[in-house]
């Protein structure tokens, strides 16, 4: 796959076509201790398909929920809320606590609703631009980082939020945001597995995913 890569983002492969359950049981050990909360973070520019990877993965894992970091983002600083994830929800969750946070940018603006994680959940995943941020370094267990061509990425976006000259106008100011913070941050190059986002490979969506091997592959997990 020839892509448009971020600045700095090196173009991974080789891509090879794997079985979602393989990825899965790889991601979280079937030996980890019992009662062991596991993270895992999923990261990459935003159209890049985050959510649709992180979707398919927790469905592979038994007792796993995925948390949106968009939630704590809305109506907040778009990149500035790494301190409320860890002390409302990271802290909590680790400690084996249900967590029921209403951001305060929803109760500000009258968001109905809530983030809840019930005190059942094994495994998180969480995913969205700047989940794999070097502050949350030390909580995650796995990070993988979702490469995808620029272009591609962007129709996905703009399409997503609604295809017309408001959702463009959107899209190009959030990039002015969203393009120096990834290439500060370099998350690839922390990424335990990369996952193509925008894939030439034949596969089956629903079965399999298309990864090649990350930077920190066999990296120690979280103690």
Known sequence: MTSTMLPGEPEAGPWRVEALPDVAARLVPADAPAGRRWIIAVDGRSGSGMTSVATRLAQQIAH????????????????????????????????????????????ARGREGSIEIPASTRVLVMEGVGAGRRELCEWADQLIWVQSDADQAAHRGIERDGGDADAEAFWNAWMRAEIPFLLEQRPWCRADLLVCGTPEEAHDPDLQIVTAAGPSSGVTPRP
Request: net charge negative; aromatic share 12%; glycine share 4%.
């Open 64 to 107: 796993a929920v995925v948390l949106h970091t968009d939630h704590l983002a809305w109506h907040e600083s778009l990149f500035d809320w790494h301190g409320l994830l860890i002390e409302e929800i990271l802290q909590p969750f680790i400690r084996g606590e249900a967590v029921s946070l209403r951001p305060p940018a929803w109760q």
